[in-house]
């Protein structure tokens, strides 16, 4: 096809490769892949997940709380910041108000039209809202974001370059946003992304192909709740990992319901447990591959 070409001319991949090679992208210490939790997690969460891979030798790198900053007191974003300072573990809070929590009708329950754009923000003022929610958060001691909205994530990217927000701000470009391409990729990261989080569907050529394109972070779901496809990837992470380092593992979806409820002793064990045999997978079937200690809080 001509418009492979046309890919090509400007930059992107001529397709998705039918032999994926290695990727040379790394963390800044020379670490291929992180351990990453996402949920309704607060510090007692993060400490017991700490505490149930301690004995594996296995660490927690980020704690990703979906929830976001707006939905909790004052006194509980600082304790799981300072939990996960103390801890090692980089701590990523979702940004709000969003599309759940106002009086639109984007709401997941009106059905999958709705849900596609339910966590966009609705107007200036919801824009200047969720502005405020990270200009608070910081000033709480919360350093990265999980951002489900383009038009904010350049906003904060400009305030961050102009020194209104700090310049170690971490940006991270919620599946939200739906990339699955690595034009779509390449886009994120150019507004300001530290991190994209893709599709969860995503074959090892499609990854491949968005590495190709762009060297920002890559969010990827080992596994995923009953709600979003319910799979298991398995044996996928060892050459997810290959393929598309520097890579943020997100593992223990399929444990939790995803409510605003922390996860449950029971759910927390079974985080561990399936983060556990990804990290087994990928050191029997990747060794060369090494995981990142040196934190990005």
Not at 170 to 183: E, F, H, I, Q, W
Request: glycine fraction near 10%; hydrophobic fraction near 45%; charged fraction near 20%.
């Amino acid at each position: 096809m001509r418009s492979l070409d046309w890919l090509a001319r400007i930059g992107l991949p001529p397709g998705d490769p039918a032999q994926p090679v290695t990727s040379t992208g790394r963390f800044a210490d020379g670490g291929w892949y992180k351990w990453e939790v996402a949920g309704a997690l607060d510090a007692a969460s993060v400490r017991q997940l700490t505490e149930l891979l301690a004995p594996h030798g296995v660490r927690l790198h980020q704690a990703t709380n979906t929830v976001g900053t707006m939905r909790y007191l004052d006194a509980e974003v600082v304790d799981l910041v300072q939990t996960c300072r103390e801890l090692g573990v980089q701590l990523r809070m979702a940004v709000g108000p969003r599309g759940l929590f106002d009086i639109g009708g984007q709401k997941l329950a009106a059905g999958p039209v709705a849900a596609a754009s339910a966590y966009r923000l609705r107007g200036t003022d919801q824009l200047a809202q969720a502005v405020e929610d990270v200009a608070h958060a910081v000033d709480l001691g919360v350093r990265g974001f999980l951002v489900f909205d383009e038009g904010l994530l350049t906003v904060l990217d400009r305030l961050r370059a102009g020194g209104v927000l700090p310049a170690g701000l971490r940006l991270k470009a919620s599946s939200s946003m739906g990339a699955g391409n690595p034009a779509h990729a390449r886009l994120l990261a150019r507004l300001g992304a530290d991190s994209v989080n893709l599709q969860r569907d995503l074959d090892i050529r499609m990854l491949a192909a968005v590495r190709a394109a762009t060297d920002v972070a890559l969010d990827l779901h080992t596994e995923n709740p009953p709600g979003t496809g319910g799979f298991v990837r398995g044996y996928d992470v060892p050459q997810m990992v290959r393929v598309a380092a520097p890579v943020y593992l997100k593992t223990g979806n399929a444990a939790q319901d995803f409510s605003d409820e922390p996860p449950s002793p029971r759910q927390l064990t079974a985080i561990t447990h399936q983060l556990l045999l990804d990290h087994q997978l990928v050191t029997r079937l990747n060794a060369a591959a090494t995981p990142s200690d040196q934190p990005e809080f």
